[in-house]
């Protein structure tokens, strides 16, 4: 079973930056990033596919935030620049058993078989 450890949330002011890490014990096909703000529905934030390096950005993240992975330590990050207030959430990993191709299903969370504690992200002056 893989297990996904979160780390790199924090408190950071509007206009800041913020590197999220996701270590993954065990073999995957792909991993997605998701957040969740109280009283909100969790929400896709990216996603990248080991098999096809194919890679998903939500439109609210698009051209700020950057996910990539190393091979070599099973991590994925994603850094997330020009912060706003409203990326303020848990963020989570999950990951899949099974091949996704992510700009078409990395969005939805059915596709995902385990997932992390997550890691808290405040954006506040």
């Known amino acids: 079973q893989v297990q996904l450890e979160e780390s790199g949330g924090g408190l950071v002011q509007p206009g800041g930056s913020l590197r999220l890490s996701c270590a993954a014990s065990?073999?995957?096909?792909?991993i997605g990033w998701f957040r969740q703000a109280p009283g909100k529905e969790r929400e896709a934030v990216s996603c990248?596919?080991?098999?096809?390096?194919?890679?998903y950005y939500s439109d609210s993240v698009k051209g700020r935030f950057t996910i990539s992975r190393d091979g070599a330590v099973n991590t994925v990050f994603l850094q997330m620049n020009d912060l706003k207030p409203e990326d303020t959430g848990r963020y989570y990993c999950?990951?899949?058993?099974?091949?996704?191709?992510?700009?078409?299903?990395?969005?939805?969370?059915?596709?995902?078989?385990?997932w992390g504690q997550g890691t808290q992200v405040t954006v506040s002056a």
């Open positions: 065990g073999n995957y096909h792909a």
């Open positions: 990248i596919s080991k098999t096809d390096g194919s890679i």
């Open positions: 999950a990951s899949s058993e099974a091949f996704i191709l992510c700009p078409r299903w990395g969005d939805n969370r059915r596709h995902y078989d385990h």
